[in-house]
Nanobody, 126 residues
Framework: HVQLVESGGGSVQAGGSLRLSCTAS????????VAWFRETPGKEREGVAA????????YYGDSVKGRFFISRDNAKNTMYLQMNSLQPDDTAMYYC????????????????????WGQGTQVTVS
């Protein structure tokens, strides 16, 4: 079982930046791909960014390409999402997720119903 805890959310003005963190409590962290998703009321959950086991592979949703950057530090069991040029449409609850499956991680990085989820951190852009 993988427990995930997000941090770093908050309120920021349009054009500003935030960095989210997600720390996992698992001894085999580098066996899992990890990703960020976001949700707003009335909208479907959206995949934001995903990163492979060693950090060499990344995958981004179209709406954040060139503005958000995902990274991971396997020594710290932590993943990061650097969010730049934030816009009001980026306002959402952001969740981190982890998965080690062929479908979402091994074959290629894709968004979907990943196995493990954190509780979320709110990002508000005004």
């Amino acid at each position: 079982h993988v427990q995930l805890v997000e941090s770093g959310g908050g309120s920021v003005q349009a054009g500003g930046s935030l960095r989210l963190s997600c720390t996992a409590s698992v001894s085999t962290y580098n066996n899992y791909c990890v990703a960020w998703f976001r949700e707003t009321p009335g909208k479907e959950r959206e995949g934001v960014a995903a990163i492979g086991l060693s950090g060499g592979r990344t995958y981004y949703g179209d709406s954040v390409k060139g503005r958000f950057f995902i990274s991971r530090d396997n020594a710290k069991n932590t993943m990061y999402l650097q969010m730049n040029s934030l816009q009001p449409d980026d306002t959402a609850m952001y969740y981190c997720a982890a998965d080690a499956s062929w479908q979402f991680c091994v074959s290629k990085l894709t968004f979907g119903e990943w196995k493990y989820w954190g509780q979320g951190t709110q990002v508000t852009v005004s």
